[in-house]
């Protein structure tokens, strides 16, 4: 498994009175598979996961993936680390499905045959080989989260970031997703507020007002949540 | 709406005709267009780009699809030669405009969007000398084809939020929040192409 190493990490937005901080002071080591994160909206937790592929840069501290800083190899890191976000529309770049898949792949030099013979694979996987032609926007929900997952997997990042992907779906279509993602062999770190999700995970952190004030097993850690929330 | 302008799977010869030479014959379509004078010309013209969806295997149903959002501009234009002018001209004009438009969707209904964009990249590598980067033109020319049933599908929720809330048809109302929702999902697009590696 790649290991992730938060080293006293803060970050603001904004400046002068206008500054907010949303993160403070977190260091973490991250080395298991399955990685959860929970806590209320607003608690620092989507910065937090952005900064692990470098899409925010830390304030203060550093992050390093592998030993790559995020910082000074941005390009590096965010070929290792995958990121699927919240509203799959936003992470669909391309007009119909298997050129979405495809996109990624673009400057990989690989040839149109292998670009084609993995975006097959991948859509066999997940379910959207029928779909291959169809434009990406007369997808259903999950299907749409299931090409954006597809369109990163496709490029093979050892770590896949999520950050709330089944907040916008269903209870089967966030089945389906968070089915998909159970049998994935890449180190997977995980933001939900679908607690169920995090059965059989690894580790959860609970993210409370800018800081990690719970790190322990998903039970734990949902107990834990849970009264912080009542 | 959804079925404006989209790629119809294929394998007849113009789906398998390079994107650049469909894109140079439109091209060449629409100058030459200024040339045709007569009624009989710009039927033999309309002739001809039916004659491609019927190669190209589209249903008619496709092709009316994709004049339809047309009427109402050809139809005042139509009214405005036939008042000042001749008979002839207007059927011209009119003729004209639908066979460039039905020539414009049928490029994009046998071309994948990649060949395109592809195309697009290679006519855009001379312009590397003067500080064009042809890549960000084609991803621009995708984002702006993917962009459309995007910002259509915000406007619905737009205007369904203001019905939900009996507001009547304000165009205030309705731009505002369509221009914000449209700016978060530019920026959270933004986000997707940087963790896509797009600036790598």
């Known amino acids: 498994m790649p290991v992730i190493d938060v080293d006293r990490v803060s970050h603001a937005y904004g400046e002068g009175s206008n500054r907010r901080v949303v993160l403070s002071d977190v260091s973490l080591r991250l080395t298991e598979q399955r990685i959860g994160i929970v806590g209320a909206n607003g608690s620092g937790k989507s910065t937090f996961v952005r900064m692990l592929n470098g899409l925010v840069l830390p304030t203060s501290g550093s992050v390093r993936v592998d030993g790559l800083d995020t910082r000074k190899s941005g390009r590096e890191v965010r070929r290792l680390v995958g990121f699927c976000f919240t509203d799959p529309d936003a992470q669909i770049v391309m007009p119909t499905v298997r050129e979405d898949v495809a996109f990624g792949l673009r400057r990989r030099g690989l040839s149109k045959d292998q670009v084609a013979a993995r975006v097959a694979g991948m859509l066999a996987t997940y379910g959207l080989e029928g779909h291959a032609d169809h434009p990406a926007h007369l997808l259903s929900g999950g299907q749409k989260q299931l090409l954006a997952l597809s369109s990163v997997l496709v490029t093979e990042p050892a770590v896949l970031v999520m950050d709330e992907p089944t907040t916008l779906l269903d209870l089967r279509n966030a089945a389906k997703v968070s089915g998909a993602v159970r049998d994935l062999p890449q180190q997977v770190v995980l933001v939900t507020h679908h607690l169920d999700l995090l059965d059989g995970f690894d580790r959860v952190l609970v993210f409370d007002e800018t800081r990690v004030v719970y790190d322990g097993t998903p039970a734990s850690a949902v107990a834990h949540y849970r009264e912080l929330m009542a | ?200």
């Open chain 2, 1 to 200: 709406m959804s079925v404006l302008g989209l790629y119809q799977p294929g394998g007849t010869v113009l789906h398998r005709a390079r994107a650049g030479t469909k894109l140079g014959v439109m091209l060449a379509a629409g100058v030459a267009s200024v040339l045709l004078d007569h009624w009989w010309q710009v039927l033999v013209a309309l002739g001809v780009v039916l004659g491609g969806y019927a190669v190209a295997r589209i249903p008619a149903r496709m092709a009316v699809l994709q004049v339809r959002p047309l009427v109402w501009m050809v139809g005042l234009i139509a009214l405005f030669h036939v008042l000042s002018g001749s008979w002839e001209r207007a059927f011209v004009v009119t003729g004209l405009i639908a066979t460039l438009v039905l020539l414009a969707a049928l490029v994009t209904m046998t071309t994948r969007t990649t060949d395109m964009v592809d195309a697009v990249v290679g006519l855009c590598r001379p312009l590397r000398r003067v500080g064009v980067d042809p890549e960000r033109v084609g991803l621009m020319l995708a984002l702006g084809i993917r962009s459309v049933p995007v910002v259509v599908g915000l406007a619905e929720e737009v205007r369904d939020a203001q019905r939900a809330r009996g507001l009547t048809a304000s165009p205030r109302a309705f731009a505002v929040p369509l221009i914000v929702r449209s700016l978060r999902h530019a920026d959270a697009l933004g986000d997707a192409l940087v963790a896509r590696g797009v600036d790598d």
